[in-house]
């Protein structure tokens, strides 16, 4: 991204405005706010021997049950799942399974009792277990106080995200959704912060998380013309919803920029940054959404993938001009022969 950029000349009609709302992606506040804790926890690290558990039971039914993906989720239950309520340390939760889900376990585990009221009986009693399961195995300090409550309906229990488990039921795959309501999510979400808090190092300090377009590397004699207002500049890069986050002038994470209600943001991604240098003789002319400062806990978290970052700016095309981290100017990020170029204020 440390491209000299050319100053485009020539009649400007094929400069379009680069619109946000139709170019990049939606997510919800709630995705967020929990995108640093709840959604990137891994909640089979606080389960062990989960699956062991279940292998007298299914060998005793001569089936071969195996644990898959345990997954956080803000996707909710199935309206149409059979749902069983219970509680963990006092706070309810919904245990429910879709319809494929109890069909599966019918057909593999009493076959007979298909479309009956055996097949539910069976249900709910795999359900009982599951949760006095997740009591026993449950790692943390205190011991688990797990109740199951019966069978109830979806909108008994207030939900609010949920974990997805995947099992193999002799090679057939069931889902099972475990709902859990706005108590149960923020200690998850919690813990899991504290967890990467515990590892920060010590080498690691505090800074200003810059939200990064493209980077120029402009001839001294040649900055009064970029910084003029009415000047556009071909920064050399496709546009797209990509960015870079710096911390100074480090590269930090690849992001792509998200829409929070309306306001900008920008979710961290799986990729490869390369340090580049401007070249020499030049300075290092940065085109960037916003900076925002961060203590060290704050990079930690940001430094997962699918972590989000909100800006305080409202989602539009306004950019900063910066040099040696000074903002020097404004512009309006623009598209060029399906390339970014910028319109400077």
């Excluded at 898959?68 to 996707?75: C, D, R, T, V």
């Excluded at 709910?124 to 688990?144: I, W």
């Excluded at 990729?271 to 990079?299: Q, Y």
Aim: glycine share 8%; proline share 6%; hydrophobic share 40%.
């Amino acid at each position: 991204m440390e491209e000299q950029g050319e100053v485009v000349r020539e009649a400007t009609r094929d400069i379009e405005p680069w619109d946000p709302r139709k170019q990049i992606r939606s997510v919800t506040s709630l995705e967020a706010q929990l995108s640093c804790g709840f959604l990137r926890c891994h909640p089979e690290k606080w389960l062990p021997g989960f699956g062991a558990h279940w292998t007298p039971l299914m060998s005793a039914l001569g089936c071969d049950l195996r644990v898959g993906e345990i997954k956080p989720s803000l996707a909710l239950p199935d309206p149409q799942s059979v749902c069983f309520k219970g509680s963990i340390d006092g706070e309810s939760v919904v245990v429910a399974l879709d319809p494929s889900t109890v069909n599966a376990i019918s057909q593999e585990v009493a076959p007979m009792a298909d479309r009956s009221k055996g097949a539910l009986f069976l249900v709910e009693y795999l359900a009982q277990r599951f949760l006095a399961c997740v009591g026993q195995c449950h790692a943390g300090a205190d011991p688990t106080r797990v109740q199951f409550s019966g069978r109830c309906a979806l909108d008994d229990v207030d939900v609010m995200a949920s974990v997805r488990l995947s099992f193999a039921l002799n090679s057939n795959p069931v889902t099972v959704v475990i709902g859990l309501g706005r108590a149960v999510i923020e200690t998850m979400d919690g813990m899991w912060r504290r967890q990467l808090h515990s590892s920060i190092r010590p080498s690691l300090g505090a800074g200003t998380l810059r939200v990064e377009v493209a980077q120029l590397g402009v001839p001294p004699h040649m900055l009064s013309e970029y910084l003029t207002s009415g000047t556009v500049i071909d920064l050399e890069v496709p546009a797209s919803d990509c960015v870079t986050l710096r911390i100074g002038h480090k590269p930090f994470m690849p992001a792509r920029l998200v829409s929070i209600d309306g306001r900008l943001g920008c979710q961290v991604i799986q990729g490869v940054l390369s340090n580049l240098a401007v070249p020499d003789g030049t300075s290092r002319l940065s085109i960037e959404f916003g900076a925002v400062p961060v203590d060290v806990a704050k990079i930690t978290e940001l430094g997962q993938v699918g972590a989000v970052l909100p800006l305080d700016q409202a989602l539009n095309q306004s950019v900063s001009l910066v040099i040696n981290q000074e903002r020097v100017g404004e512009a309006r990020l623009s598209v060029y022969q399906g390339r970014f170029a910028v319109e400077v204020i």
